[in-house]
């Protein structure tokens, strides 16, 4: 039941890159909002967009084993996806962990865990995704697997899918759609410069969304003033 | 039962801009301890503090329709509170909608719910308070009402009434008793002052409050050492 | 029941001060995994790592009475650790009390409860570590403790204990231990510099921490390729 | 600002009583989806349903003298509906307080907070819906208010309003709209059993209700079997 | 993205009746501890063992629609298991839905959500394991889709595979490996009931599992007695 | 630093037992509010009542190895109190462990982790107090100690102390003060009986115990009626 699957088809690097100069908001939205982490994933410092390729690592609760294995199988422009397989707190990866990561082409974590030394992380600049801020210490006993399918934080998550994290958190593209929502959120982002300037200049969505005819139809009623208290 | 009333009776601009000038949590104490947000409701980035005039949204969960529509009564100076009739973390804000606000005066946004697109928030100054940053989208479905009173993170709030948020938190000024409880505040930050340059000099609550007597009636005891291990 | 206990014996000021220079992840790796307050205890701002001698106080739900009893018996090098005994999320305190905490010499605080008047505590620069941030009153009622046994966080609290606190959280050397505990942590720092070299040339944990052998006697397999979906 | 309002207008009884048939879930549809306390307000026991008017008690946290202070004001079929002004789990009530209240005729307690001796408020048959069971002491230092309107679980109680709960939670009905919300419950249980009916002879809502046509337009796609993995 | 597979492949009636005489932990030891659904999925009422096969149902939060929708797909033995597309604790499914699900021949239903109605739904024998209680409405607004995998309470589940919930919860084991894990399922009982036996004659596990070697190797002491305090 | 302390000092056997005929509410009140474990420990059944002397056991999170390890030291008459290293929702407890258990003489257990096999727990009349149900496995790899000092679910439980566990959760009395401790209670009971035969007669606490005088000292003002809305 501990399996390494040593080799990952990833998407490609322009795709893959592609997505990371656009936000997670925008990918959710063009992917028919599929695909987000659970909102309590969270950036350890704010201020990073990255994108990468899942190396996906399931690991025992408060067992970090199989992140030291994964990093073998890890190449430039991965980001590492960990998941426990019970809840834990744990803080399983730090500054070591991310001198390891780094040196092998590891853009960045996401973990449904904790992680520690942030310190030494945001000066290192390494961005990583968690679900809290925790020293506790991990043991390396229990085997687990890599880039097998995982849940994490309540997305399925496949080797070689396309992940973007940015300050609103964690997005998974899957790995064969992700040409197509690359395509998607620039369409969106440029649909949404469009409103962005009619809003600048004080238009309402109201207006130029045409939506005061549905408010009327489905019955909202306009009073003037709330009668005095 | 979907409402939207267009006008709102707000407090003296002077009123609402000078309790912007004080902190929430001496608002708070000025007002007896009331009108506080529930402590789960955060900034979204740090070192704002405003204040202005509540337009208040109730919206559906997961449906921020209601606050493209509230936004056609906003004024300068307003800020958007908005509730969600059951518990939601969606993202029910975001960049867009905060041009559109900034477009027609709005200074920020209370919301018991999530918002999304917090760096490009952050980069634009627009300030928000929420119960979580969440990236996930919403509908424009259900209907809801605008400045009807609403309960938002445990505190009733009618539309028009001060709205004080900063790195502490939000609290809620009813409209009628801005006035005095502005007064009541600077009255408190005199006396803190007074107290802040004593505490300096190294003097002891205990002494300038004179707690020594209470606490030897209520039955304190002093003891010197606790006994070896 | 009730009970102040005016003199604490502390460690060494070296050894406090040294245990200060390292972070908490590897104090709490160097004292076996022990002594971490839970992880839901963060500091309010970021970039501080500070140490100091354990002055205790168990104060009542949403009572700061106690702090100012404490606050006599602290001396230059002292830390505030307040559990209050049953949950709140109460802001027990702000800037004045840190006012007056800092003119006797106190360097942080310590609470499994609330704080407030974080903008002007970043400000002073007087680090707190705290279960939330909220700006709810408090009253001064109830009598408490101060240099008793507590439970903060998770974890008992001796008066004189040396307190650790940085971005990672909130470690507790039992006094008597910390000399050792220092030496140790040094060690461990020596060992992890080691490592940090190798791993900063590329060196995988797998070789120089020789797990490989482990891995395969434990059942791992390596498989080149998931079988396309 | 402490303050008892002896004198509470209620509803006619027959239509607390007639309220008191019904089930939650049925009033809260009735009234458009508006009045429920939140979900984490539960029954101490189950198989209760019960409704009567609101005697409304806001507490202190960890403080239940106001509790002591309301009952003079209860008559034949009031429930207390308290809440503290800041979040508390202590056990503000048990047995003896259940004794004195079934005295008082008062039917039941809804609090948002912590209860206590539930094995023989049971044994008693006496209800509470409650945010937890939790055996903390309270004090009896602060006063508070009695039949002013408060917030609890997220909702306005009004004192007077009509309070049902049952094994599903608790609704507020408010005072004046009771009548129309109790022929409006009627109607909807009438309409029900007819769907009740058509359901058990295993017809699909999908038919009788008529949805087919809107999910087809709304786009949704039928296909025999997902493709085999 | 909205699709209703309407035919799923079942595992056999026998293996999946036979998975339901086991419990839900014996069946999660028995497939490598794996499968369990999220321990806050709790059933609404206790004392039921059942399993089922997944008619699995991804619905937008607050919105039922897709649960008439895949009523008509439902067979004699099957289990609706119905995940929201983001957390919502809304009352989806009610005694209606149950009275035609019960006509359809569904044995039960697994919620990442609420449920309400509970009273008559255990007066009807109808099980339900579900996040929480509430009886919060919901809509028909949104399409969703069924029999696609879905993640429900942190677990892949795929239509067709088995289910299983008792008072400990939901396990889920994927439809191929049923036959395999009730062998092992059963194995495992045997083996309990052999170790049950000697636990009864006061035996020690330490003894019958031969784990003093093991304890030890690994370094454990044994001291008489603690150092009086 | 994993040690096994073997033989434990108790309190007499009388004293175990009369606490146990009383509640925790009681005791935890006749001890000046002091002991209770925070109120997520909840009992996996109703309606039991139990006393014991604690075997105390701190285990690695995920980990049910030292709970063997503990058995061997039980005694007639002891309650196993278990307590993780660091957080953790795992089912380390089931039927098996209780079958062994009782033939020890345990009466129960109260763990701040996961409990598992529920329903046969009830069916054996075996009674635990737990932080949650969950079916998830744990593992047999770290050791830990037993009848050392922990901290279980925020209080400080020495091996002997007395644990009282009842639907209301559970207290800690320490060794040395259990007689004074139920001497406390049983006065406290009678005091309480005096108080509800008051009660049932219909007369206000106000009155017998001279609350009025103090509420009007602190300011409490009475109004006949709220003004019309």
Chains 1, 2, 3, 4, 5, 6 share one sequence.
């Not at 893959?16 to 909102?39: K, P, W």
């Not at 309590?40 to 990255?50: K, T």
């Not at 994108?51 to 294995?69: L, Y």
């Not at 399983?92 to 590891?106: D, K, N, P, Q």
Request: charged letters at 25%.
């Amino acid at each position: 039941m501990a399996v390494v699957y040593k080799n990952v088809r990833r998407a490609e690097s322009s795709v893959v890159d592609g997505l990371g100069g656009l936000g997670v908001a925008t990918i959710h939205e063009a992917q028919d909002r599929t695909g987000l982490l659970a909102s309590n994933i969270n950036p350890i410092f704010r201020g990073r967009r990255i994108s990468g390729s899942a190396i996906t690592v399931s690991v025992a609760p408060c067992d970090n084993w199989m992140i030291h294995v994964a990093l073998e199988w890890c190449h430039d422009g991965d980001i590492l996806v960990v998941a426990p397989t019970s809840p834990s707190d744990a803080g399983f990866f730090g500054e070591l962990l991310a001198t390891s990561a780094r040196a092998r082409g590891v853009r960045g974590l996401v973990i449904d865990g904790g992680c520690r030394d942030v310190a030494e992380l945001e000066a290192m600049d390494f961005p990583v995704w968690s679900k809290c801020i925790s020293a506790t210490g991990t043991v390396k006993e229990t085997l687990g697997s890599v880039n097998v399918p995982i849940v994490c934080a309540g997305q399925l998550v496949q080797p070689g899918d396309v992940v973007v994290g940015d300050d609103d958190g964690v997005v998974i593209v899957p790995r064969r759609n992700a040409p197509k929502v690359l395509e998607a959120s620039i369409a969106r982002e440029e649909k949404e410069a469009v409103s962005r300037a009619r809003y600048q200049k004080g238009e309402l969505g109201l207006d130029f969304h045409g939506m005061r005819d549905r408010l009327l139809k489905e019955g909202l009623t306009y009073i003037d003033e709330l009668a005095a208290e």
